[in-house]
């Protein structure tokens, strides 16, 4: 009885070493792979009984997640690309709208010019084939002369305008064009946001108040193409969230606080609700009706700030009240040596 107990019990912990070592290798595979998010793991398969089944099972279920992930990650980039080209397309129909006023009052304004100018050389012309006195003022008053004299340098300092102003807005959609280099270099935020303002000017002519409250600030050192971007981004949501509003009104706020640049961008629209306030910086999340951005806005903005600057972005918002979001950069950090295209 003794020896058969002896080889039971020899049998007993042989049998459940033989299951328990598979087990707690498939075990120790699944925790690592959800811990460490690497899904290139695979639990070894040395049996072909249940234990075997259990971790051929577990495998197809990790390649079929890393499956899951890699197509997560090509819809990413496609609606990413869809976000740009979509905001790209709304920039640029709203930046030749804008060019198209100044031009086209240069275009009305040039034919009585010319008229003006082709006047003044034949009054010049009669003074020259010395023509009678009285010749020359009747030519004075057939071409009014007074009112040319009053009306011909308003035509030019308005046309002048008019250059000024495509200039203003060529320059600053080159300065929003620009491809960030592969490393940090000096960017002059106030700069950034006010050409950024000019290039939204079709879309604020809607009657919203832009406050400017500029502080002394620094430089930083940054990728000026991406902080475009994250600027765009807010004042567009800020746009976007005084639709019909009787008094619309975006404030935008700068200051030096210790070794950060704060930049505050508030609007007394609707607000957020606290539900959807958690989630503004998700991927895909979106308030907007169907069909109007892919949600994708806010969450590069938050990894262009928080990701590639080492910076903050935190939003407060208060339901009837508006809403502001508040972008932190520090002057000189670690920033990443790869500029994101």
Do not use: W
């Not at 912990?13 to 925790?31: E, K, M």
């Not at 010049?124 to 071409?143: R, S, W």
């Not at 000096?186 to 108040?209: A, E, F, M, P, Q």
């Amino acid at each position: 009885m003794m020896l058969s107990g002896a080889i039971a019990l020899g049998l007993a912990f042989y049998v459940s070493g033989a299951i328990a070592h598979p087990l707690q290798s498939v075990t120790q595979v699944a925790r690592k792979v959800t811990q460490e998010s690497d899904f290139s793991l695979r639990a070894e398969i040395t049996t072909e009984d249940e234990t075997g089944t259990l971790a051929k099972t577990l495998n197809q279920l990790i390649e079929r997640v890393n499956e899951l992930l890699e197509e997560q990650k090509r819809e990413t980039i496609r609606q990413v690309q869809t976000e740009k080209l979509s905001s790209l397309g709304q920039m640029v129909a709203g930046v030749a709208h804008e060019i198209n006023n100044p031009v086209n009052f240069i275009a009305g304004n040039l034919s009585p010019t010319q008229r003006y100018v082709d006047d003044l050389f034949a009054l010049l012309e009669a003074y020259e084939v010395g023509q009678e006195p009285d010749t020359i003022q009747t030519l004075k008053e057939e071409i009014d002369l007074d009112f040319l004299q009053e009306d011909l340098p308003k035509l030019l300092r308005s046309m002048q305008t008019g250059i000024d102003r495509v200039r203003e807005i060529a320059a600053s959609l080159k300065s929003f064009a620009r491809t960030d280099s592969l490393s940090a270099h000096s960017v002059n935020l106030h700069d950034c946001l006010d050409s950024t303002l000019i290039i939204l000017s079709n879309r604020l002519k809607l009657g919203i108040t832009i406050v400017r409250n500029y502080g002394e600030i620094p430089t930083i050192q940054g990728f000026s193409g991406s902080l475009y971007q994250v600027f765009m981004n807010l004042l567009s949501n800020a746009i976007d969230a005084l639709q019909d509003h009787p008094n619309p009104q975006i404030e935008i706020q700068t200051e030096q606080v210790e070794n950060t640049v704060r930049i505050s961008i508030s609007d007394n629209g609707e607000g957020i609700s606290p539900q959807h306030l958690e989630k503004i910086f998700e991927a895909f999340f979106t308030t907007k009706p169907i069909g109007i951005g892919t949600g994708l806005g806010l969450a590069i903005t938050h990894q262009i700030v928080v990701e590639k600057h080492g910076g903050r972005l935190s939003c407060t918002s208060e339901e009837g009240q508006g809403t502001t979001f508040v972008v932190e950069l520090p002057l000189e950090s670690s920033l990443k040596l790869v500029a994101q295209r």
